[in-house]
């Protein structure tokens, strides 16, 4: 199957349709159970529930989105975000420095967060930062240290193709020049035998480890098969990854003069066939034969891996993760990977209709709630963007400025200190989590340092940081506290609010006891709001998001 | 054994003097951890005194055969050929002149480092050869044929570099070998604070059975904002009492535990900082040394801490050099040998040069052959070990033949290791004072080597 063909079959159009018909019956994201897999008409019960599934499918629930939802239910609010139109980054970076304005690294995480914060198309936003997650690139390495269009570009591209076909995402990951100097794939060539040279490993190890099949086969639930000696099988050896270093040869910036002539810039890579190796190449079995250009060769390469049996539980999994849950039954990642080999109407790889399966299944919605290791720890980035939006967050001056979010939250929008991501899906904590072979991501980047560090950026952001408080800076993002101040004349009042649009209804009877006590003494209706609301988001019970 | 419950009780309970940074052990095993570091005092003579090692993890995998390079003509002749545009010239390597070890070849290091060839040369630094992930040893032959089992996922960075910090190369138990030797030393500490301290964030290496490590940033512990005044108070103690409700979710309660932890450590160690001589030494900006930096900073409160026996982890980023490799590396050692040399005139200063020993670790070492712009993964690399208790200024293990198709190289230059990580980690672990009848539980693949312990802190 050819690039081309690839396009044709696997057109957003296609994935609209199939998503149009779904709103129609009310159907559950296809393939499974339907008992299991869907909320039937798909209408959140209550404010809690909307809430529940806004945190997994937004950055974080507004009491425009809970309207929103509990007005369309989830099957028309999930087709009526994925209608929005894209809210890009690199364009509103591009009219800065048209404008003659100061364009840095720091610019390109403020437009981050006024979309975090305030973009329409939140569905697609969440989605291209998980996205962002999977397929790393970061500006913390050199070659992209200075390049905030391009990592704008790079981010834009996984929010134009956040519900496209996989197969699609990952041939324009792969021609992505941003990529090309991260992963060092760009202007690689043939083996030279005059200068002893061969290709560089870099991205065919990367794109088969991290970005479609993983290290070992898996079952269509996730789980990995086993070999007779139980042993888990490898999916690839190292004869793979030099066959497949071999095919990512001959790539070059578009629009290049030649080989060693060429300007830096943001469409996808071109080929070099003179700098493409054309020998037959071995890739998982499967022999590319001699004389196919670099097109080619790339073509077959990325169909032979997006066609993998991993492919679909690989990174349903991760994805579940991300927006869902750390642990997700083995049945769960099977009913989100049989969407990912088919979403209904024989397309494979439908980003939109996988995820829309993992937000309306069972186990996200209602399954497993109770089960106490249910649930995710948010990431600390998301802990912000959460606190910032159920409670009206401004930007005075506009331009939605904070500059080094990994300095407190140990992540940021491209900025991972490798392409393994700020953390590994399979990290454990030590102690009771990896004892009971469970894993939490995101305790990887929380430790002494950054919980501090987090927390103190809550009470910077309820404390210090106030609409209407001439001594917090007004070129930085403000908390709106009068509704809740307001509020807070009526301490019960306040916790049900806190606890409806923050802890999705589930607040423990002993955490609105200490709440209470705490508030009732305090006189001052605006420090009895802040102080509510700082305790809130720094307690366990805000930090795992169930 | 349900860790966090115990220790957040005793949080909660006030007990500050035996948390040690983590969960406890039965207090049979503690008595058991406690006869064995006794004995193994009473075998040091008497020398109870402190130790500490500091671990350097070079992220991404060094190019280490261009960190320490044949220099005499017919060994640079083969380095060249193997290394095409990657060589470093012959004329350019700084001379070094071991007392032992080694072989036949004369040793230059990189341009760009001329501290470690001073640390070197004074007797401070000795080079391990060609350490790697080894289940067994194992020759060309039998990595060719695969007669010898070896590790699992080779080369690539995630497994390698978990691999090289596990006591095996075998990814079956939780622990790093850092933190499992913290473990065996851990009732030589009176303090509430972890043995085992890292200031590049969460690590494998420093998890002990019983230790949790503690994580400091490069400028020290945080404090937490918002507690002055009787509203800061009264939110504080709210707080924690938040933090000790946490119920529901293993993960609600590890937070809680972290959170909890972090804050009363903080008073600790700021306390302790704050009262403690500045340091004289002056270090780099890079963020290595930055690292190294606090590391000293901590040594220099290690007896208000109440701290023996301390293991540290930091870390360089950046080794992982595909491309632009000659425009790189010499940065990264660079930034390397000055940090390293800040440190070690840091230990000077506070008069502890022969309790701390530093060694480097890397997940591999990478490909002798070129991509026409770097290298790519490898797996055996040279590493470093210094202090003023390593036998200096000498060469342990083997250097590998740098010849392609040579006995050492698995393919394209790939070097099979010949030392064993835990044979290096296991050297440290014996001079660190890990009783020696623990050194196989430690090591659970060590009787695999020949050589246990390779004398380079002999």
């Known amino acids: ?546 | 054994m349900n860790c966090n419950h115990s220790r957040r009780d005793l949080l909660i309970g006030g007990s500050r003097a035996l948390l040690a940074g983590a969960c406890l052990p039965t207090m049979r095993g503690l008595q058991k951890m406690q006869e064995s570091a006794l004995a193994s005092l009473a075998s040091e003579g008497g020398g109870a005194g402190y130790k500490a090692l500091v671990c350097v993890f070079l992220d991404g995998g060094n190019d280490s055969f261009n960190m320490i390079v044949p220099r005499d003509a017919a060994g640079h002749a083969v380095y060249s050929v193997s290394r095409g545009q990657l060589a470093v010239p012959q004329g350019q390597l700084l001379p070094i002149l071991p007392t032992s070890g080694g072989d036949t070849r004369q040793w230059g290091v990189h341009p760009a480092a001329p501290q470690l060839r001073d640390l070197f040369e004074a007797g401070t630094m000795a080079i391990v050869g060609n350490v790697g992930t080894l289940l067994a040893p194992m020759t060309k032959a039998q990595y060719v044929n695969g007669t010898v089992p070896k590790p699992a996922q080779l080369f690539s960075h995630s497994d390698q570099s978990t691999l090289w910090q596990l006591p095996s190369a075998r990814d079956d138990v939780a622990h790093g070998w850092g933190g499992r030797m913290a473990d065996l030393v851990l009732s030589m500490n009176t303090g509430a604070l972890s043995p085992a301290i890292s200031v590049a964030g969460s690590t494998r290496l420093l998890r002990g059975q019983t230790v949790v490590p503690y994580s400091i940033g490069t400028d020290g512990s945080t404090p937490l904002n918002g507690t002055w005044g009787a509203a800061g108070t009264h939110r504080l103690q709210t707080l924690r009492q938040i933090l000790g409700a946490a119920q529901g979710s293993a993960m609600a309660r590890e937070f809680a535990d972290l959170h909890d932890q972090a804050i009363e450590l903080d008073g600790l160690i700021r306390g302790a900082l704050n009262a403690a001589v500045p340091l004289g030494t002056a270090f780099p900006a890079n963020f290595l040394a930055q690292q190294l930096r606090m590391v000293a900073r901590m040594i220099s409160v290690r007896q208000p801490l109440g701290a023996l026996r301390q293991v540290f982890f930091v870390r360089q980023g950046g080794y992982d050099t595909h491309d632009e490799q000659l425009a790189k590396h010499p940065q990264l050692l660079a930034e390397l040998g000055s940090a390293l040399a800040a440190f070690q005139a840091a230990m000077v200063e506070l008069g502890v040069e022969t309790e701390v020993t530093t060694c480097t670790l890397s997940e591999f070492g990478r490909t002798l052959t070129s991509n026409g712009r770097g290298s790519d993964h490898g797996w055996g690399g040279n590493q470093l070990v210094m202090g003023g208790a390593v036998q200096g200024r000498r060469i342990f293990g083997a250097m590998p033949n740098l010849a392609l198709g040579g006995p050492d190289d698995g393919g394209l230059g790939r070097i099979i290791p010949t030392t064993a990580v835990e044979q290096m980690s296991a050297t440290l672990a014996n001079w660190f004072g890990v009783p020696s009848g623990e050194m196989n539980s430690l090591f659970p693949r060590l009787a695999q080597f020949a050589t246990p312990d390779l004398g380079f802190m002999a």
């Open chain 1, 1 to 546: 199957m050819s690039t081309g063909q690839a396009s044709a079959r696997h057109s957003p159009r296609t994935a609209s349709a199939f998503l149009f018909a779904c709103v129609l019956t009310a159907c559950s994201g296809g393939g499974g159970d339907q008992a299991n897999t869907g909320p039937g008409p798909g209408v959140p019960p209550n404010e809690a529930e909307a809430a529940r599934f806004l945190t997994q499918a937004t950055f974080g629930p507004d009491d425009a989105s809970l309207a929103s939802l509990q007005n369309l239910g989830y099957s028309d609010w999930i087709a009526a975000q994925m209608a929005l139109p894209p809210s890009l980054h690199r364009p509103e970076i591009e009219a800065r420095q048209q404008a003659g304005m100061d364009t840095q690294p720091r610019h390109r995480q403020a437009m981050w967060w006024k979309r975090a914060l305030t973009a329409p198309d939140q569905l697609r936003q969440r989605m291209a930062f998980a996205l962002s997650e999977i397929f790393v690139i970061s500006d913390q390495n050199d070659a992209l240290g200075a390049d905030v269009v391009g990592c704008a570009e790079y981010y834009d591209l996984l929010v134009r193709h956040a519900f496209d076909n996989y197969r699609e995402l990952i041939e324009s990951v792969s021609l992505s020049p941003q990529m090309g100097k991260y992963l060092s794939h760009l202007r690689n060539q043939k083996p030279d035998p005059v200068a002893n040279t061969r290709p560089d490993e870099n991205y065919a190890r990367e794109v088969m480890q991290l970005f479609s099949i993983g290290l070992f086969e898996l079952n269509a639930d996730g789980t990995r098969r086993l070999d007779g000696a139980g042993q888990p099988i490898p999916t690839y050896s190292q004869s793979d990854i030099i066959g497949l270093a071999h095919v990512f040869t001959g790539w070059n910036y578009a629009d290049a003069a030649g080989w060693f002539d060429y300007t830096p810039n943001y469409r996808p890579m071109e080929p070099w066939d003179d700098y493409h190796d054309m020998q037959p190449k071995l890739v998982l079995g499967t022999t590319l034969p001699a004389g196919r250009t670099a097109r080619q060769d790339l073509a077959q390469a990325l169909d032979l891996l997006a066609n993998h049996a991993n492919v679909g539980p690989f990174l349903s999994r991760q994805l579940i993760q991300r927006l869902v849950t750390s642990n997700p039954s083995p049945a769960y990642v099977a009913r989100v990977a049989a969407v990912w080999a088919n979403d209904g109407t024989g397309t494979r790889g439908n980003l939109g209709a996988v995820l829309r399966a993992i937000l309306v299944d069972g186990e996200a919605r209602t399954g497993e709630v109770g089960a106490p290791d249910y649930g995710k720890v948010r990431e600390p980035i998301l802990m912000q963007t959460a606190l910032w939006r159920a409670f009206g967050a401004v930007s005075p001056d506009g331009s939605f400025m904070f500059a080094n979010p990994e300095f407190t939250f140990a992540q940021a929008a491209l900025r991972a200190r490798s392409v393994f991501n700020f953390f590994r899906p399979d990290y454990a904590p030590q102690g009771e989590i990896a004892a009971a072979g469970r894993v939490s991501p995101e305790f990887q980047i929380l430790d002494h340092t950054s919980v501090i560090a987090t927390v103190n950026q809550m009470y910077r952001s309820i404390f210090e940081r106030v609409l209407g408080d001439p001594a917090s800076p007004q070129d930085e993002i403000l908390l709106d506290l009068a509704p809740l101040t307001t509020l807070a004349a009526d301490v019960d009042a306040l916790i049900d609010r806190l606890d409806a649009l923050l802890l999705m209804g589930s607040m423990s009877a002993t955490l609105r006891s200490i709440l209470h006590s705490h508030l009732e003494v305090e006189n001052d209706n605006k420090l009895r709001a802040q102080d509510a609301l700082y305790l809130v988001v720094t307690s366990p019970e805000f930090l795992v998001q169930k």
